[in-house]
């Protein structure tokens, strides 16, 4: 929460704590909280102390929540399906829990879209982890010396994210394919002055505009057909994410190895598993001479603009629960339902409660 979103809810009538030093990686300070309204407090237990909601990006552990009163109500990034300990921490403290990860894809959501926020910046980030590691220029040079062609970059997935790598890639003068399971998604990449890939497979188009989960026999077709552009690129960014489940495979180790020495791969996937088989969340491997950079959590790389767009969409959220300064949740609203996993200590969202509970258990 920035210091600007502090201020605007204590406008609203509520009351704001913010731990002593929660946002100095992102450049505001202590004093600029203060200045807003809000209380600086120590200690998580004394920032816990008569609360009501807990607001963070990533989810609580189970020792924050132990520290919080029974009932709390909490909004996050949640990811149950990778969290449980802390569901089970939350239906312990009959909490009510938010997960933005979860919020349903309709217009009037659109301001509270965490995830398209997030993937704004880690798209842009993608970008530039890889020009940082490819030991060649991105855009073409013409010199006395000769004419240095410009980097061939293939964008795997082409969502929020995607897109954003696309865009910023091409600003640095790089020759960009993309490819992308849904068909729609051609269209807004050829926008960005970038080529389509068409495989010829089925269009794998979900709900909310997401990619459905794709079958192993489809991925199995998908990584044959995909090899030979990835043989051919200097570098390969994958984007590819299905929000709650694992990643899907979409670079294997064999086509690392057909990838030319000082090739690079960025993995925008590898918290929920990784796109490309190598990858491990928040290092670089090497092999075969091709840099392998499993991004962790991207965007609290550039903390700054990350906050910035994180809090309005928090914010947004807020105003949808809070009234008069006092939480008031209407159930009934899709948005409010559709993003709940515990409600005062039942787990209301389906496939965590047959993570939790098993299948078929009410």
Not at 67 to 89: H, M, Y
Not at 189 to 197: E, K, N, R
């Amino acid at each position: 929460m920035i210091p600007d979103v502090a201020g605007r809810l204590t406008g609203t009538g509520v009351e704001v704590a913010v731990q002593a030093g929660a946002g100095a990686e992102a450049h505001f300070t202590d004093a600029a909280y203060a200045e807003k309204g809000a209380t600086v407090v120590g200690s998580v237990a004394e920032l816990m102390t008569g609360a009501q909601m807990m607001a963070k990006v990533q989810a609580p552990t189970p020792p924050e929540v132990d520290t919080a009163p029974e009932g709390i109500t909490v909004v996050s990034f949640l990811a149950p399906a990778a969290q449980l300990d802390t569901v089970k921490a939350l239906v312990q403290k009959k909490a009510t829990a938010f997960s933005l990860d979860l919020l349903p894809r309709i217009s009037r959501a659109q301001s509270m879209d965490a995830l398209s926020s997030q993937s704004t910046v880690s798209g842009y980030l993608a970008a530039l982890a890889a020009a940082e590691r490819l030991p060649k220029f991105f855009p073409m040079f013409m010199t006395a010396a000769g004419t240095v062609p410009p980097a061939k970059v293939l964008v795997l997935g082409a969502g929020v994210a995607g897109l954003q790598t696309i865009a910023t890639a091409r600003r640095l003068g790089a020759q960009v394919r993309a490819y992308d399971v849904r068909a729609a998604a051609k269209e807004e990449v050829m926008s960005l002055g970038a080529t389509f890939v068409e495989l010829g497979l089925e269009s794998q188009e979900g709900s909310g505009g997401y990619a459905r989960e794709q079958s192993e026999d489809f991925l199995a077709k998908q990584r044959e057909l995909i090899g030979n552009e990835v043989a051919a690129s200097d570098v390969v960014i994958t984007t590819a994410a299905v929000p709650g489940r694992q990643a899907p495979i979409l670079v294997t180790t064999q086509m690392v190895e057909r990838m030319a020495e000082g090739s690079v791969i960025v993995d925008l996937a590898a918290d929920s598993g990784g796109n490309c088989e190598l990858s491990e969340p928040g290092q670089d491997i090497v092999h075969h001479g091709v840099v392998v950079a499993g991004l962790s959590n991207p965007a609290s790389a550039m903390p700054t603009h990350a906050s910035f767009l994180y809090s309005r969409n928090v914010l947004n959220f807020l105003t949808l629960v809070i009234t008069d300064g006092e939480l008031t949740p209407d159930f009934d609203d899709e948005i409010v339902a559709g993003c709940c996993v515990v409600r005062a200590g039942e787990i209301v969202h389906g496939p965590t409660r047959d993570l939790v509970v098993g299948k078929g258990t009410s």
